[in-house]
């Protein structure tokens, strides 16, 4: 067949493609006379016809034309379509401690790297009243102690910010923690070293303080404010240590993938560990800026909150999601309800 | 029907040094996809960076309304620091900076890319841009043969030009001509893209290449004309509708003209 008779037997077709394709690709979506059920059944024909002309060596125009076409109509047909109410949903109640709950391993790992550091930091400076000095400076030693100074109105804020308003705290908390734990999710790829590194050194830090400020005779206030807020962030840190410890381990330990695959598969993994660190980590400021910083409720209330907030947490990982299908599992090798 | 011959033109020999990637359809076709070096992919990033800081610079005021202000100014920069492109990518495809190079973000098989493979990408930035200014990213990038940064090795993800380079013109009708002997499949093909190519070249580079195609029929025959004429006998045959223009054409090159 000559390409004119071919052109002339199908351009009906790909004109039929091409404006459904322009309908397709706008923005707003398609309306009800857009017959978008067409797609598959058009893509397939002008596929045929795009083989047809390259196999029978039509002119280069016409072949460009037809890959054009086949390049958008491939474009839209595999379109993404999540339907985020449901996705969001299954992730809070099953996906996301069920991710957690198989990559266990990795978390008592991420655990241990952060939680050690802080009890045996936190021991020694409760011991040693000088040895926070080897890790602050003395400055952020004088703003941690003005921040939890007995005799603040706000607990948790140097006395020059007395004044400032819970949201900004808030945003303040977002802004940094979710960064801290986005950044220790990141360099994770560095062989997890760097995950280890920024767990270590968090974990350190806060030991110091805490040991520092309650061998100050500062227990009180500095306690209550942390305990309200502390098991949703120490939680939240320790899980994107773990989707970081995750992107190592696919370099370190791929097992029987290439590395490259290996990393693809397991940073498709991490995906559900990194959104629910953040999650998590948005709702410890939320608990921080609004509830641990007044000063009026009195101390037993807060440890109270503080206990009834682990309990929840180390619930919510142990139990939630148990009995429902796992989607990760039974999905093909690899995948995640996300993609 | 001409003869069926392996397709010679546009398939290079397995390993070629060139910057398509070609895969497999579910429909069974092979399509291509050109990808985007490191260069148009850092002023992508130039212009988002730009759209950022302006947007940084119309947010300040913001500070002014003390406390509550300061507290959504913090949110938006982490907002802006770490989920902007996520954001355009799942509506688009690409951040405006990407979108005014024209560049697009899909899977390694060419589909558009999901929220689990931008998220990824887009937060091991952190990582791609350690030590400074997207350093480890760039050393990627050129080891790569896919031009992919950490980030993109690790979400399974390719950044591609959007657009194929601009489709040839339609045929010009001419006179139907013979050739004076059976053309295999590649000098069909070379004729027909001369004959498309046609009217973007000036008439004396015409002259040279048709003069060089050395298929001129009749001494003292215009060569540019016998090789438009074989051209149009290649694509049309010898028949009576043959000089009838086909108005496909008009109709698929110009995007305008779809309902």
Redesign the interface.
């Known amino acids: 067949?000559?390409?004119?008779?071919f052109?002339?037997a199908h351009?009906d077709t790909?004109?039929r493609l091409?404006?459904l394709l322009?309908a397709l690709e706008d923005?707003r979506a398609p309306g009800p006379g857009v017959p978008v059920q067409r797609l598959p059944r058009l893509?397939?024909a002008v596929?045929?016809h795009?083989?047809i002309a390259?196999?029978?060596?039509?002119?280069?125009?016409l072949?460009?034309?037809l890959?054009?076409?086949?390049?958008r109509g491939?474009?839209q047909l595999?379109?993404?379509r999540?339907r985020w109410p449901q996705l969001l949903l299954h992730f809070a109640v099953a996906g996301f401690p069920q991710a957690l709950r198989r990559h266990h391993r990795l978390f008592w790992l991420a655990c241990a790297l952060f939680f050690g550091p802080m009890l045996a930091m936190g021991a020694a400076c409760y011991a040693d009243a000088t040895l926070i000095h080897s890790l602050l400076d003395s400055t952020q030693v004088a703003e941690y102690e003005s921040m939890y100074d007995p005799t603040n109105d706000k607990l948790g804020r140097t006395p020059s910010r007395q004044?400032?308003?819970?949201?900004?705290?808030?945003?303040?908390y977002?802004?940094n923690n979710?960064?801290i734990a986005?950044?220790t999710?990141?360099?994770?790829?560095?062989a997890g070293a760097?995950s280890g590194f920024v767990l270590m050194m968090n974990g350190l830090a806060i030991g110091a303080v805490a040991g520092h400020l309650t061998q100050l005779g500062f227990a009180a206030p500095f306690w209550s404010f942390v305990s309200g807020h502390s098991s949703l962030e120490l939680t939240g840190i320790a899980v994107a240590g773990t989707a970081g410890l995750l992107?190592g381990s696919a370099l370190l330990a791929p097992g029987r993938r290439s590395r490259?695959a290996a990393?693809?598969a397991r940073?498709?993994e991490?995906?559900p560990l990194?959104?629910g660190a953040m999650a998590l980590l948005v709702l410890a400021a939320l608990v921080e800026a609004f509830w641990s910083a007044s000063a009026g409720v009195p101390p037993t209330l807060k440890y109270g909150v503080g206990a009834g907030g682990w309990v929840l947490v180390a619930a919510y990982f142990g139990f939630a999601g148990r009995g429902a299908a796992d989607s990760a599992r039974a999905g093909p090798a690899g995948a995640?309800p996300?993609? | 029907m001409q003869e069926p011959q392996p397709q010679p033109a546009d398939q290079p020999a397995a390993g070629a040094i060139d910057t398509l990637r070609r895969f497999e359809t579910p429909e069974g076709v092979e399509i291509a996809l050109r990808l985007a070096g490191p260069v148009p992919r850092a002023l992508a990033f130039a212009i988002d960076f730009a759209i950022r800081a302006g947007l940084y610079l119309l947010l300040l005021p913001l500070a002014g309304l003390a406390g509550v202000g300061v507290g959504l100014l913090l949110l938006a920069l982490f907002l802006l620091e770490w989920l902007y492109p996520v954001l355009f990518e799942l509506r688009s495809g690409a951040t405006p900076g990407k979108r005014a190079m024209g560049l697009l973000v899909v899977h390694a098989d060419g589909t558009p890319v999901g929220p689990s493979a931008s998220l990824l990408r887009n937060l091991l930035r952190a990582a791609d841009f350690l030590p400074v200014l997207y350093g480890l990213g760039l050393a990627a990038m050129l080891a790569d043969r896919d031009f992919r940064r950490l980030g993109d090795l690790a979400a399974g993800t390719l950044v591609i030009h959007r657009d194929a380079p601009p489709l040839p013109a339609a045929l010009p009708v001419h006179p139907p001509l013979p050739p004076p002997a059976p053309l295999d499949l590649a000098t069909q093909q070379a004729v027909l893209a001369f004959a498309e190519r046609s009217r973007t070249l000036s008439p004396a580079r015409q002259a040279e290449l048709a003069a060089l195609a050395g298929l001129t029929t009749a001494p003292g025959a215009d060569p540019v004309a016998a090789l438009l004429g074989i051209a149009n006998w290649i694509s049309r045959g010898n028949t009576a509708d043959a000089a009838a223009p086909l108005p496909a054409h008009a109709d698929v090159e110009d995007p305008a003209q779809a309902p």
């Not at chain 1, 067949?1 to 008779?5: C, D, L, V």
Request: charged share 20%; glycine share 8%.
């Open positions: 067949m000559r390409q004119h008779a052109e002339a351009v790909w004109r091409e404006a322009a923005r893509l397939r596929s045929g795009y083989a390259r196999a029978r060596g039509y002119s280069p125009g072949v460009a034309r890959h054009a076409l086949v390049r491939y474009r595999h379109r993404p999540p004044a400032d308003d819970d949201v900004m705290m808030f945003g303040f977002v802004w979710v960064g986005l950044r999710f990141a360099w994770g790829l560095l760097g992107l490259p990393l693809r940073a498709a991490a995906v990194v959104l995640v996300w993609t």
